[in-house]
């Protein structure tokens, strides 16, 4: 029986592929968690593997015929172990969301005390925020980012993790621009007994690249997406110690997961062969030295960096000394019309709502991957400053999509196509 498309392609979704790659090529994409993937990943995630079934782990499915399939998830458990020099990994999550509940699923019961950090202080709605599932089944008290330097404050964690006794402590941000340290996490989960977690999502590149301190060691649990820094498909990872491993594995499965994406997971076990290269490294700092030098210029443009800059491949915005009455959702709109892609965000103790926001977040994976170092940061800042001083000018706003254009097309993400 041939498939329709070979008869009567689908070019109304073929189409709009093409014009997405389109936009993601000739724009600055500076969405903090994105990055573009290697044409190895997309391979891998657009292969045969997506027709198999395999619930369970390498020889223990439900199903037959997983030889193959076993061995390449045992690959990626095995170089994801390596990469991070973890004891035990689970490749299976089909998100960061999903490795985060499957966590909390595994280690700790409905109605049990976990410390996080607030969402709108840059933690991650799986951190605990009330709409989310793990506010809702969980008793999550958060921790704020100090009032005057905007960074994690060890005191105050201290301080409520003596008050609230907490069994989970959760380390990990989406939206906080500086290292995190793990040891002091590790020293307070110690002191008031309870397990820590570290969700490295936003990091794990940086991580796997030397840039930024490996949790591992000190966490009981590491989480992470691998389509991030780290370079890979869409999806989620668990480490864990020797001791939590069978927890988390049924947690994953049968707690919370049905058939694993063995194409997601063999794209994952190519993207941390490519992580294990010397060159990554070289890409990991390049990402964090390019965020330095993007944040210095738009500090000379007249913004204000949240707690004065950036250590790692991001960093916030304060859209209020640039120009009071801009907001973070006019930005996105505006930047958007002149090929710049970011992402409203709050900044901490923002009078403006999640839709509205005073801030703005921006990251550098993306344009690193597309070999754009520290001159062209300079650029970058000069289009996002001269757009949103001239947002009300579209004959402006025009000229900076053609440089924008102009720029992208001397560094080409993929081979162009015949
Ligand atoms: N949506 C991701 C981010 O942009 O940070 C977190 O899951």
Not at 101 to 128: E, F, N
Request: aromatic share 6%; proline share 6%; glycine share 8%.
């Amino acid at each position: 029986m041939p498939w329709p498309s070979e008869t009567n392609r689908d070019t109304e979704v073929f189409g709009l592929i093409d014009k997405e790659r389109e936009r993601q090529t000739t724009g600055l994409q500076l969405i903090a968690s994105e990055n573009f993937t290697s044409p190895d990943v997309m391979e891998a995630t657009g292969s045969v593997l997506t027709n198999k079934y395999a619930e369970g782990y390498p020889q223990k499915r439900y199903y037959g015929g997983n030889a193959v399939v076993d061995e390449i998830e045992a690959l990626a458990i095995e170089r994801v172990k390596k990469l991070f020099g973890a004891d035990h990994a689970n490749v299976q999550p089909h998100s960061g969301a999903s490795a985060n509940m499957a966590v909390y699923l595994g280690l700790i019961k409905p109605g049990d005390t976990v410390l996080g950090l607030s969402l709108d202080h840059g933690g991650h709605l799986t951190h605990g925020s009330p709409v989310n599932a793990s506010g809702i089944l969980y008793n999550f008290q958060s921790f704020r980012v100090g009032a005057t330097d905007e960074r994690l404050d060890f005191d105050q964690i201290r301080d409520l993790a003596i008050k609230h006794k907490p069994k989970l402590i959760v380390a990990g941000t989406t939206s906080y621009p500086r290292r995190l340290e793990p040891q002091p996490f590790r020293a307070i989960a110690d002191e008031v007994g309870a397990l820590m977690m570290f969700d490295i999502a936003h990091i794990a590149g940086l991580v796997a690249g030397g840039a930024h301190p490996n949790p591992v060691p000190y966490a009981d649990v590491v989480t992470f997406t691998t389509h991030k820094t780290l370079r890979g498909p869409r999806g989620g990872c668990i480490l864990t110690t020797a001791a939590h491993a069978a927890a988390i594995d049924k947690a994953v499965f049968p707690g919370s997961q049905g058939g694993p994406l063995e194409h997601a997971v063999a794209a994952k076990a190519v993207a941390f062969h490519e992580a294990m290269q010397p060159s990554f490294k070289e890409y990991a700092q390049q990402i964090v030295k390019n965020a330095a030098a993007l944040a210095e210029a738009l500090s000379k443009q007249g913004f204000r960096l949240v707690s004065g800059g950036t250590d790692t491949h991001m960093m916030v915005v304060d859209l209020q000394p640039f120009d009071a009455e801009l907001t973070g959702k006019e930005s996105q709109l505006v930047l958007d019309e002149a090929g710049i892609t970011l992402n409203k965000n709050n900044i901490p103790n923002d009078p403006r709502s999640p839709f509205v926001t005073s801030g703005v977040r921006i990251g550098t994976p993306s344009v690193t991957t597309q070999g754009m170092k520290e001159p062209e940061m300079a650029l970058i800042a000069e289009y996002i400053a001269t757009t949103l001083r001239n947002r009300n000018n579209p004959a402006v706003v025009a000229e900076v999509r053609a440089k924008v254009a102009a720029l992208c097309a001397k560094f080409p993400v993929y081979p162009k196509r015949a």
